[in-house]
């Protein structure tokens, strides 16, 4: 998705959402699909022709809302 829980929050849940996470210094990537590996230097990740190395990765599949 193009921003985060896209498919079950309104649009200003997400943006804020992602201003919370952002000001904490998590680095977000959205609509991207990535290959993650231990390295010896933390996690490296791969995406959209791009790669990084982090500490630790949260990868996130998606959700449905249970309102039943």
Not at 29 to 40: L, R
Request: charge should be negative.
């Amino acid at each position: 998705a193009v921003r985060l829980c896209a498919r079950s929050v309104p649009v200003e849940i997400s943006v804020f959402l992602h201003d919370l996470h952002s000001g904490h210094g998590v680095q977000l990537i959205t609509g991207a699909t990535a290959v993650i590996a231990a390295s010896p230097d933390g996690i490296t990740a791969r995406w959209n022709g791009t790669a990084a190395t982090f500490d630790m990765a949260v990868v996130a599949i998606g959700l449905t809302p249970h309102d039943a």
